[in-house]
Structures are given as C-alpha cells and as structure tokens.
C-alpha cells in the first residue's frame, strides 16, 4: 500500500494516484515510504487522459563544489561546472494509425500521393493523418506554392463500410471527400461545407479515396471504418435535392441596387436564371445547364470538372453538378448564403447517430435491459467531478439543479468560491484542464437517447446532479469532496442548501486522499440515506487500496477492454466489486475505425470558445459511470431497492458475469456488470416474475483482426429470461475456426475464434460467424487483411518537445523518425529542474504540433502533462501518440480542436 502524508484529490481518466517519486526503481511516495518495484524500462499505463502527479528523482545524485585546506598559496577555487543529464524514453503508436505521405512537413522526404495513377496504398480500416492545400495557402513548407491539392489512396474496401474525414481547420478552409473505383471512375462523394465529409462504400472491391482541398490549406482525420459501423451523415450525399436549382440570398438585400447589381453578376458569371423568390429573402434559381457556356460552365465547375467527368449516369451528373456549382457559389464575397432546393417528406426518428461506436454498451446487455427500461427521471445519479457543460446539445433536458463546491477561488476559476453553479468554466488560454472529465462520465450516465444526435447515456430516461468538487487541473481536496457527497446524499453541508430530491446513486470517478475516517463515517451515513455509492477503482496498475473506492459500501469498479479482458492500467485487489468497459484507445478490434476507449460528451476548444463534441477516453473514471447507470435502471423498476438490497444482489451473482477465477476475484470482483441481469434481478425482487424472453446475443458484432492479431474471443450468451441451448456455430470461412474456451452446458460462454493466414493471398478478407440457438441466430462479421498495404504505426516525423513550464518555452527537441511501432528519443545535456514532455506531428508545417489532424501525445497524457523533477538520468520514458479524434455535435460550428491543458508554449516546436 502506498500511502502520502499530504492527503489531496484529483479525478483521474487513466490514473488515480499519490504524490510518488522512482527512487532506485521503486515506487515511492513523496515522504520516501516504499511501495512496488518498478522494472527497467516500465511502462506506465497511459491511454486516454491520465492523471497523476509524478516526480522522477534519484538519492545521492546532484554535484556540488569541493575544496581544500586553505593555504595561503592554494589556488582560487574554481566554480563547479553545472551538471547535466540524459532523458530517453520511446514514442509508442498504434498498428490502426497510417499517415498520408506528402503533407507539408518539409523534415521528411515527401512521396506523392497526388494523382490516381500514383496512389498511396493504404490497410483497412485505418486512422490516417493527412494535410491537403490550394496553391499559396497554409504555412510555409513543402506544398504552399505548389499546392498539394489531392490526396489518392488505394485500398481495399467491403460493401457497407463508411469512409469519414473530419477537416481540421474548416473554418479557414473547405475540403471534400470523393471516391474512384480502381480504374479512376466516379463512384461517390461527399462535398459539404464543415466539419465532417462521409460517404459509404456500395459494394466490394479496390477503390481510391481521395481527399480533395476545394478552398484553402487543412490537416485532417480519414477514419475507415467496418460495414455497418458509424457514420456521420453528410447531406449531400444522403438527401434528395432538386437538380438544377439553388437558393441564395445576397448581402445588403435590403438595398435594392446593390442586392439586383450582385444577382446580376453572379448570374451573368454562372449563367443562372431567377425563378422565385426576391430582395430581403432567398431567391430561387435555375442553374439550366443547357443554356450555359463553356465559360460559365468552368465558374460553375473549377477544376472538379475532371472529377465528375467520368459519371455516366444523367441524373447523377445533375446531382452532383448542381451541389459543386452551389459550393463555388458560396465563395463569391457578394452572396450570403447559397444551398440546395431539398426535397423533404415525413421521416421517422432513428437512433442516435454515433451509437454504433458505443460497443461498450452491448458488451454488457444494455440494449436488452431497454427493453425492459431506460430509466424514469425520477431516478438521479449525481456525478461528483469538474462540472458540467450544461449547454452540450446531447445533455440538454438531463440535468437537475446541482451545486459547485470548489471553495478555492483560485482552484475554481470561476472568480468565486462555492456557489450554485455546477458549469465547468471554459479555459480558451489552455492554462488549465479542459478534458470536460465530468462532462464526459455524465454522458455515459444519461447522454439524451433516441434524439438523433450523438450517443446515448447507459440510463438515458434518467437524470444526471452534476455536483462540482474539482476545479481547475482537475484537482481538489477531500473536504471539498465530503461536502458534495452530503450535498448530492441530503445531508448537511457548507452550501446551507439540500438538493429539491436527494440522488439515488453517486458516482465518483475521483481519488488520490488516502484512507479517512471522517469520510468512512461519511459514506455510512450516506449508505444510511438510502444512496449507493459508485466509484472508479483507480488507474495505478496497482493491487493497492485505493479510495473512496476501498472504503466499506462503496462499489468499485475496475476496467475491461472490448475483449472483456482486464485493463493495463486498471486497480485490482480485494476492495474490487464490479467490472466494466474502460476501453483501450491504442487498438481497434471492432474495425469501426476508431479507437476503442470509451466514447461520450465532450468538448474541444479554440480562441472562438468551446465546441460541442464526443471523444473517446480511458480509465476506471469511464467504467464507473456504466454501473452507476445500471443502478439507475434498478432503481426505476424498483425504487424501494436499498444499497443492501443491491450488495445483497452483487454477493449473489446476480448483477454480473463471472469472469476471471470462478466466484469473486481480485480483479473482476463479482465479475463484468450485466445490465439486463441487473434489471431482471431488481424486477424480480418486486414480487414480479416477467414473461420469457430468451435471446442469443453476442459480445461483438464485428471481430476486427487487423494484419497482426490471429486469436480473439468471442462471448455468447442468453440475453433475457428463459431457456436457450445453442444449437449451431459455424464459420463461413475455412481460415476461421472457432473454439470453445469456457462453455456451460447449453453451449454458452467463451469462445476463441482464430484465423489461418497461410493459404490467403494479399487483401482483405471479410467472413462471418453465424451462432445459431433454439430462439434465433446471430451473426459476427470478421475482417482479415493479409500483406498489402504498409503504413500501420507510421504516423510521420514526431516532435518531441522538452517543455520548461516556468519560462513556458520549448528547451530541446527530438526530431523521430521512427523504426516501425516505436519512435526512440533521447534528449542530452540537460540541466537539473522541472520539465514536461510534449510530442507530436505537424503535417501543416506551422510550427505547431498536435493540431486537429495531426498525432498527438505527452508523458504520461495530453490531458495531463506530468512534471519531471531531473536530477539524475532518468530511461524508460515511454508514452503513446495518437491521432486525437473528436466527432462533432450536430451544433459544433466552430472552432478547431486544441488539445486539453497543454499550454500552446509546449506545442511550439523549433524552426
């Protein structure tokens, strides 16, 4: 057990820890009590936003002056020479990561992608970085003067699968999305203004992706993903317009000469003819291609005129004609707005959009325990964290009034102590972190549903308190904390005030104060009230005790990864109650594309302010929240459940799926939540027994194994009430083969499915696992790339930046290469003090690293760059990159990502 003697608490997305140092490979705290060994070269677990406050020294270094006895002929004494040291460490990235090899980036030597008759070859599905720019916009480097209009990459695609590109600086620029079969014919595009640009793929074969700057210079995202996975849906591809026609409006129409003199321009210049409309409204017109020339034609077209040359096809030629003459358009300084006549007719709801990327939801039976609920809003989960951002489109209508209890003025930054003002305030200057920590762990809680928009929360019909107890940096004090817990419970407290409804459940995704028994009497009292307490386990890898985790009736919770596998980073021991999905964002096993942390409400920042967005993140902070909003779901079937009646539940195994070592074990607990149990179980403890519902469902829909991994398993189970017996499970494959691991009579359980390499040629191969039961079947798609395409871990040249916080200057740089997977650093001559470690590309060449759309990391996270004392040498400073990925709300207009509390001092590399 690792204990400090300056108790003090910080939320924690990937750590929850205590003040500690590294003295002579062990783990210490800062008052030199020892704790676990740690090997050379150790890697802490850094996926997501970690926390943690680290302070890496060594016993009986450091230099100093000597001498001699004095004499009256001894030599002055010569001044000590200042001593330095030697930090290395490697840049870690992940297989599903390519990088577009011509961006503006002059230090690498650029191989063109520029044409379709030179493609660059790509894996599938992938997360790329890229860069793309009309001639004499962006940064200087490679492509300003020349341009780097178009990216070309070849891969191999399956019918249904979604290509999406997220464009990094879209408020100064525009750039579309278009896609060649393999001999450069038309297929598809999307040509939208913003933020987002997707488009499905129709059936299988070997196609060009081509990202396409139509205005200006722009890094982006280009996200391949799985048939079936998510997409963000583009209007120009997925709506019906009136071919032909536009509607515009221009500037100062309210002046009827200055209005007519722009219409008549843009219509003489385009050859456009005005159907309806007039002055201060939109005017319809009629774009009649027929009475064009060749002239108006090429302002209609531009250079996009070849792109569409191939279209066979009259009415897709009007299509997309129409919507490429509206875009060109737009750029015209006289028109205010120009877009599609759209054809519109009755639609019905669908789910929410960014659903399909929330595979930690069916790992554990939610979208069965909806079936029987989605929470009543009666039922509260106060989340005690950083705040809230209460405007989040995906929040609104799930909050009840919560409470700030940050008394710091200082640490609040709200420029006031405690107060009844939950929001998290919005640091533009990056000076402190902006994860949205708390704002996230509510999305996975009650995240509006069925709206259309987003994700959903795991207890959606439910409502989120949002107490604050954290403030700036994502730090506060135990107190602080104590009095939310009372606030959120109905009890006495600081704020003189009580909740108009005390929460039925409180989720801490928080810790870093050792054991206390003032707060142990705290949560008795709670307990007492008829609240349950959830909290997240901890990050440090460690089978220490953590708290309040550990404390008597607190559920906590450690991490799984899609796999059901135990998190690297996540606590084990005997305090351990309840698993569940914590994610791992350095892989993709269900091909959708996207990293696998868990996805939720967010937000990114620009100098504009905040904008709206959903990202992905790790830890024991994520896992929590999914079995706080279990609770919610048992509470809204059977309000009367107590928290006895709840750990009387857990004991029985009635909440979960056994995992690990049969019965309760030190890292599982009772084993991974199960909602739909869960919901059964609190159902039947009303004296209800409900019909029979037996259904086969699996742990994944999609088994993605990528070019390297050759076994994944594979969890099937009855996911409602009644008899099932598997009948059948085969593969469609000979290369797959399916084994059973843990199976119970009826053909239930764990199953290893592996694949066979040997006889496929190079490509993608995709096959399915189809699980047949008594009551109906279910199918698993699988995806297998063989040889190919190179690129997996190459994310470019990585800047690693050595960061003096104090002067707020970058000190030293490494400039990586990379060697396959890894990217080694190693700085020199490096005086004693406090530093940060920042790396990243830089694809645009504007001398600033981790811009949207380009890879990203520091020791330990983004999040929460970690200080280093030096005075001693100091290896193993290893620590991942990725390429940060954040999809936009349906609100997100603008603004680009920058990356949480990094100060834009450690992002400026050197010239």
């Not at 028109?335 to 639609?347: C, H």
């Not at 007492?528 to 708290?547: D, F, I, K, L």
């Amino acid at each position: 057990m690792i204990e400090t003697k300056k108790p003090f608490c910080r939320f924690f997305h990937v750590f929850c820890a205590l003040e500690v140092a590294v003295e002579n490979n062990r783990v210490v705290d800062a008052c030199g009590d020892h704790g676990n060994p740690v090997s050379a070269g150790y890697t802490w677990p850094t996926l997501g936003a970690l926390v943690l406050t680290l302070f890496v020294t060594a016993c009986g270094g450091g230099g100093g002056g000597g001498g001699s006895d004095s004499s009256a002929d001894t030599a002055p004494t010569v001044p000590p020479v200042a001593q330095t040291f030697t930090l290395s460490g490697t840049i870690q990235t992940s297989a599903s990561q390519a990088v577009d090899s011509d961006t503006n980036d002059p230090t690498r030597t650029a191989v063109s992608n520029d044409s379709p008759n030179q493609p660059q070859f790509i894996p599938n599905p992938v997360t790329l970085g890229g860069y793309i720019n009309q001639p004499g916009t962006g940064a200087e480097g490679r492509s300003r003067q020349a341009g780097d209009i178009d990216d070309y990459f070849q891969v191999d695609l399956l019918e249904g699968q979604h290509v999406t590109m997220l464009v990094g600086d879209f408020e100064r620029a525009d750039a579309d999305l278009y896609l060649f079969d393999a001999q450069g014919n038309f297929v598809s595009a999307s040509v939208d203004v913003g933020r987002v640009e997707s488009l499905v793929v129709p059936r299988d074969g070997t196609y060009l992706v081509n990202p396409y700057a139509f205005d200006g210079a722009t890094t982006y995202i280009l996200a391949i993903g799985a048939p079936g996975a998510f997409e963000v849906q583009a209007p120009s591809q997925h709506v019906e317009i009136v071919p032909w026609q536009a509607v515009v409006a221009y500037k100062n129409d309210t002046q009827l000469l200055d209005a007519s003199t722009a219409h008549e321009k843009v219509s003489r210049r385009m050859g456009l003819e005005q159907r309806a409309g007039g002055r201060g409204r939109g005017r319809l017109l009629s774009l009649r291609p027929e009475l064009a020339s060749a002239q108006q034609k090429h302002e209609r077209l531009g250079k996009v005129a070849g792109k569409l040359a191939s279209i066979a096809d009259p009415a897709a030629r009007a299509h997309w004609e129409t919507l490429i003459t509206i875009k060109n358009m737009r750029k015209d300084p006289e028109v205010l707005y120009a877009e599609p006549n759209y054809r519109v007719s009755a639609l019905a709801t669908p789910d929410d959009e960014a659903f399909r990327l929330q595979w930690h939801y069916p790992l554990i039976g939610l979208p069965q325990a909806w079936d029987m609920t989605t929470g009543i809003p009666d039922v509260v989960v106060a989340v005690i964290d950083t705040g809230i951002l209460a405007s989040h489109p995906d929040l609104q209508g799930q909050l009840v009034a919560g409470y700030d209890f940050v008394r710091d003025p200082a640490s609040a930054g709200d420029g006031d102590g405690i107060d009844s003002n939950p929001q998290e305030p919005v640091d533009t200057t990056g000076s402190g972190s902006q994860g949205f920590h708390g704002t996230h762990v509510s999305g996975t809680v009650a995240a509006r549903g069925n709206n259309r928009i987003g994700v959903a929360g795991s207890a959606y019909g439910s409502r989120v308190m949002p107490v604050r107890a954290l403030g700036a940096g994502g730090g506060g004090t135990s107190y602080d904390v104590d009095q939310a817990v009372r606030f959120a419970a109905g009890l006495a407290n600081d704020s003189n005030t009580l909740p108009a409804k005390p929460a039925d459940i409180i989720n801490l995704s928080l810790g870093g104060a050792p054991f206390s028994q003032s707060t142990q009497d705290l949560f008795n009292e709670v307990r007492a009230a008829g609240v349950a307490v959830v909290a997240a386990a901890g990050n440090e890898a460690s089978a220490a005790p953590g708290y309040p985790a550990s404390y008597d009736g607190v559920i906590s919770v450690s991490a799984v990864d899609a796999q059901r596998r135990l998190a690297a980073y996540s606590n084990t021991g005997s305090r351990i109650d309840l698993a569940a999905p914590g994610g791992n964002s350095g892989v993709d096993l269900n091909g959708d594309g996207y990293p696998d942390g868990v996805l939720s409400t967010a937000a990114t920042l620009s100098p504009a302010g905040v904008n709206f967005a959903y990202t992905f993140l790790n830890g024991t902070s994520m896992a929590a929240p999914h079995v706080a909003g279990v609770l919610a779901l048992m509470k809204s079937v059977n309000p009367a459940l107590t928290p006895d009646d709840i750990d009387a539940m857990l004991v029985a195994g009635a909440l979960s799926d056994d995992l690990g070592q049969p019965g309760r074990d030190n890292q599982y607990g009772h084993g991974l939540i199960n909602a739909q149990r869960a919901v059964l179980a609190a159902v039947e403890a009303t004296g209800t027994s409900p019909a029979d519902n037996p259904r086969l469902v699996s742990s994944a829909s999609t088994l993605n194994f990528g070019d390297s991994s050759t076994a994944l398993t594979l969890f099937l189970r009855n996911g409602g009430k009644g008899e099932l017996v598997l009948s059948g499970l085969s593969a469609s494959a000979p290369w797959l083969q399916i084994e059973p691991l843990a199976v119970d009579p009826v053909g239930l359980g764990e199953y290893q499915v592996t694949v066979n390499r040997d006889e496929l040629s190079t490509g993608i191969y995709t096959a399915d696992i189809t699980a047949l039961s008594s009551v109906n079947a279910v199918t698993v798609q699988v995806l297998v790339s063989v040889g190919g395409a190179a690129g997996g871990n190459d994310v470019g040249v990585i800047y690693v930046l050595l960061y003096d916080r104090a002067r707020d200057e970058t000190v030293a740089q490494y400039v990586s290469g990379g060697n396959g997977s890894d990217y080694p650093f190693q700085f020199t001559g490096v005086a004693a003090g406090d530093y940060e470690i920042v790396a990243g590309t830089d694809a645009d060449n504007d001398v600033t690293i981790c811009d949207a759309g380009e890879a990203c990391g520091a020791w330990l996270t983004i999040d929460q760059p970690i200080n280093l004392l030096v005075d001693s040498d100091i290896t193993g400073l290893n620590f991942p990159v990725e390429f940060v990925v954040s999809l936009p709300t349906a609100a997100a207009t603008t603004g680009t990502t920058r990356v949480g509390s990094i100060p834009e001092g450690a992002l400026r590399r050197r010239d």
